[in-house]
């Protein structure tokens, strides 16, 4: 089964430009997840999708990150403008039930 | 909001000693993940405890649930240094958006060969 896939891996922009991520989830994972982890903390859930719908985005910052995940399957993750304290490591992961499934993640830096 | 509390943040230990991380929540969970992180790497499902007082062995690690369920521990045996990490848990609790987790900041272990 092949896991959950993400790109880039690495990202370096300078501060206020745009930036996106892209995930496809294990096939089959209705459950769709976005989380920011921060170096040296545990990952923060920014929103959660059940198929193409949104279940919890009470953690995103709403004025400048934008998630979509139209067809039920891929979704992608964006920061537009991005900021210093943005500079983290964007994880996408995806389960069935209980059991999160993580990707590699995208390391951003913003300069 | 609803958090997680993990002790220590950092444990250093020799190759063959013993290790233990714990997790506390001020309310009562519905259940609780654990999930290890290795340098570099991405977190990976170790094991869910859902029931009081739940104990649960993987080879080396056990991992134990509170009779109360506000707290977690999981204990490793005999550390070897492929035990390196950090190790997350991560809670849920009754009301939440459906399998919605709170994870912890982690206890980052390292190990002395």
């Known amino acids: 089964e092949a896991g959950v896939a993400q790109s880039p891996r690495y990202k370096i922009i300078e501060k206020r430009q745009s930036v996106a991520f892209w995930c496809n989830p294990i096939?089959?994972?209705?459950?769709l997840y976005w989380y920011q982890q921060i170096l040296g903390q545990g990952p923060k859930l920014l929103i959660q999708f059940q198929n193409n719908g949104v279940v919890d985005d009470s953690q995103l910052p709403k004025d400048r990150f934008s998630a979509e995940r139209l067809k039920g399957v891929d979704s992608t993750l964006k920061i537009q403008p991005a900021k210093l304290e943005d500079s983290a490591v964007y994880l996408c992961?995806?389960?069935?039930?209980?059991?999160?499934?993580f990707g590699p993640g995208t390391r951003l830096l913003v300069l | 909001g609803q958090q997680v509390m993990q002790i220590p943040q950092y444990q250093h230990v020799q190759e063959g000693e013993d290790f233990t991380t714990y997790c506390n929540s001020s309310t009562t969970l519905s259940n609780i993940q654990w999930y290890k992180q290795r340098p570099g790497g991405h977190p990976v499902f170790l094991i869910q405890l859902v029931k009081s007082g739940e104990v649960k062995k993987q080879k080396r690690l056990t991992f134990q649930f509170g009779e109360a369920k506000k707290n977690s521990s999981l204990h490793i045996t005999a550390t070897q240094t492929t035990d390196v990490g950090t190790y997350f848990c991560a809670g849920r609790w009754s009301g939440g958006s459906n399998y919605k987790l709170t994870f912890g900041k982690g206890t980052l272990l390292t190990v002395n060969p």
């Open positions: 992961a995806s389960s069935r039930r209980e059991t999160q499934y």
């Open positions: 096939s089959g994972h209705a459950t």
